[in-house]
């Protein structure tokens, strides 16, 4: 029924007989505005909207210096090396993609002519090929002119495992072949639903071919330019210190109209959030911080009276609890944790839903997100259309309680739970950091009332998050019962984001522990849901299916959503950064200016 | 004298070779590992992740890793850091003179305080200048760095705006380049110099006072020196050796930095270089830092040594 509805406004929009604006209205209407509604659109064979941000500047520059502050500074300057989005957005200063996300999510040309679609032939009907034309007239910073043996060459120079490259990844599993000197095509080994990745935001900055050609591969590292980046970008490179400072200046011929504001740019390294947040928001000595992972209470007592305030950004970041499926206190093979065991008390279904229903949510919010988060129940929670509508949750340990009761587990002496002479003790870890504990002392207390005994155990981040095959530590070895961390979506797509939990992905002794499933959580029902997903080009039965495979989550307990976060700057008052919960903050730098 | 310098030297040399060993060792054994970052990035893949610690050696044996490791070292080649991918020479280099100005001018404010403050109040033991500068020093060395530094920018900063907290290259030349230099290391020159000077006034007293007693004083009191010339001339220059013991084994912390201080003030010195390298496992920056510092420990232990000689003949080199 909805179905229709949705197909018959694509044709309305396709024949005019809707505006672009109403039906992105409409769609908010249904529960449906998205990021992906262009995509929506784009696959349904309609043209993108080219949606720039809102700038008000007449003339390029003569808006002085842009001050940044993050207190992780950039350590490297080479986009396609990017560990962290830190480096990400350090190199994103001065190299460009095709096209970058905007504020609503939807893609916005910053190198190429158009963003592709079927109408103008850049998309095929099969989702297997998708072809970029590139701005005509684009320079480099030495004014060498922008070519398609660029693309060509970033792919090359990317997908060569010799490189080392951090974005492996999204230049394999195609081929990018030179049409014209303007042009490329992206052939696609299987039809890609979601083709918006090569070339496109944090991962897809392009460096010029001329200065890296004779560093592929293994020679990746001596490039002199890896310190010294010529892109495209709205400001020309002047210094770098890795960890420390990035100093730029206004680029004469930047390929968009009036664009920059600012004459120089500075983006300072080290410190803290919390005296970031004061040197923007109460001192103003700079115009924005980034990532202000700070209680909200402090944020809003800095506000009062300050020189600037919070920004915050809607994505899709989701700060979890997953539960272990497999028992880690029992070694085969030399691996604990390992499939061919069960969780002796979490695989009962029921004690899944009562561990759900002792995460009070909205105390969480109240008392350490604020502003930064929203409740919820779902695993997916953006963009929009792929959102389930069909998920609650509450809190309630009067329900946990029973449900504990029915699944046999009796209060002992000592107010813990216990069945057949076992105690209901569970291991519950995180990574070390301010709100993760408070949270842990907030899931322990219900847990408490509700007769579970938890434990709680915090790693230092690096080797929580670390590949480390010998630590056993590490959020994939998950050698405890269940555990907390967050997973960024880097992307306005899903796709990425749920195939982490195919039952081919199971962190396993075999795969070294770099499966990404690691509650190790099979169910045939999702795999099939995930692998009909990932080649469905039809946008709305793609969006079901995703959708379907959140419920799964949901229904099946893997995932216990804590808080969906929201990306939190600081800004001065005057500063009006665009800013994208989908995309990097410096990836539309070209668009901020200064209101007088 | 030359064959003493030259033993103690070698001498050295297995010394540092042990400090190479256990830092290498300790480092190794420390869990994580410089990609943790990509972890939670769906984007990157966790193979990617291995196939990076596979090329930069981190899967290795521990023995081959300090041997490659020795070796590379031993021709001049410090590696290169696993998190910028830049050489660390370089880098270290790059954050030299930051440490030296600001930590430098520090140690020279301590002295300016200490030496003046630790002499007059011992010429006139438990009077009121003496009780004062003596409370002073013990609230100065019982107040963290980390404590002053962020009540001095809540009040220099926040309260009165008079001083930048946020610590960065300035670009520029000139009068206002260089005022702006000074500016912004006030807070971090006296936060760090008062909290030395505190100590080093406790220290120069009590030297001072154990010469101050003895009998050669009073004789060239006797003699009919006045006070300036007997104070200056006869009992500061004992009373100095072990100070200047002192200061020498000072000097590698100025080239090492300070840690906290650094990191609250965002000072782009060796010691946040060390501090951000370590949180990021970053092995080859880290075992470089420590290695030039245990380097430069052994070094002006032996410049203390030599001066000692040179301040009291009495000692000799044997």
Known sequence: MFDNNLRGMIDDVKDGRMDRRAFVKRMIAVGLTAPMANQILAIGGVAMAQSPNPYKPTKRGGGGPLKLLWWQGPTLLNPHFATGTKDQDGSRIFYEPLASWDVDGHLNPILAAEIPSIQNGGLSADAKTVTWKLKPGVKWHDGKPVTADDLVFNWEYASDPATAAVSIETYSGLTVEKIDDLTVRINFKKPTPFWANAFVGAYGCIIPKHLFADYKGGKSREAPNNLKPVGTGPYKFVEFKPGDLIRGEINPDYHMANRPFFDTIEMKGGGDAVSAARAVIQTGEYDFAWNIQVEDEVLLRLEKGGKGKALFAVGGDIEFIAINFTDPNTEVDGERSSIKTKHPILSDPRVRQALALLVDRDSVKKAIYGRAGRTTANYLNGPEEFVSKNTKWEFSVEKASALLEQAGWKPGSDGIREKDGKKLKLLYQTSINGPRQKTQAIVKQACQKAGIDVELKSVVASVFFSSDVANPDTYAHFYADIEMFQIPMTQPDPALHMRRYHSRNIATKENKWQGPNFPRWANKEFDAAIDAADTETDPIKRADLYIKGNDLMWQDNVMIPVMHRLAVEASSNTLRPALSGWANQTDNLQDWYRES | ?318
């Not at chain 2, 480092?27 to 590992?33: F, I, K, N, S, V």
């Not at chain 2, 990509?38 to 081959?64: H, M, S, W």
């Not at chain 2, 009191?221 to 300036?228: D, F, H, N």
Request: with cysteine; proline share 6%.
């Open chain 2, 1 to 318: 004298m030359s064959q003493y310098i030259l033993r103690r030297l070698m001498i050295a040399i297995p010394s540092l070779l042990g400090i190479s060993v256990v830092l290498f060792v300790v480092l190794a054994l420390a869990p994580g590992d410089p990609f943790s970052e990509l972890a939670t990035n769906p984007n990157v893949p966790p193979e990617v992740q291995a196939a990076l610690r596979a090329k930069f050696g981190l899967d290795d044996p521990i023995y081959l890793r300090y041997l490659h490791w020795i070796t590379a070292m031993a021709h001049g080649d410090w590696g290169f850091s696993f998190v910028s991918r830049v050489d660390v020479d370089t880098l270290i280099l790059q954050r030299l003179p930051t440490t030296l100005y600001v930590v430098g001018s520090s140690q020279l404010l301590a002295l300016l305080i200490a030496i003046p403050v630790g002499v007059y109040a011992a010429t006139r033991p438990y009077s009121l200048f003496d009780q004062l500068a003596n409370t002073f020093a013990f609230i100065g060395f019982s107040l963290p760095t980390f404590f002053t530094g962020i009540l001095f920018i809540l009040v220099f900063s926040v309260k009165l705006d008079w001083l930048p907290f946020v610590y960065t290259s300035v670009p520029g030349s000139g009068i206002p380049w260089l005022l702006e230099m000074i500016r912004q290391a006030i807070m971090p020159v006296m936060v760090l110099g008062l909290f030395q000077a505190a100590s080093m006034t406790r220290f120069v007293r009590s030297a001072m006072l154990d010469v101050i007693r003895l009998d050669y004083v009073t004789t060239a009191r006797a003699k009919g020196l006045g006070q300036a010339k007997v104070i200056v001339k006869h009992v500061m220059r004992n009373a100095m050796i072990p100070v200047v013991t002192l200061i020498a084994l000072q000097m590698p912390a100025v080239f090492g930095g300070a840690i906290v201080t650094e990191q609250i003030f965002r000072i782009p010195g060796i010691g946040s270089l060390l501090i951000s390298s370590i949180l990021a496992n970053d092995t080859p920056v880290v075992m470089a830092v420590t290695f030039v510092f245990a380097c430069l420990v052994v070094l002006f232990n032996l410049i203390a040594d030599v001066l000692y000689g040179w301040l009291d003949p009495r000692i000799s080199f044997r």
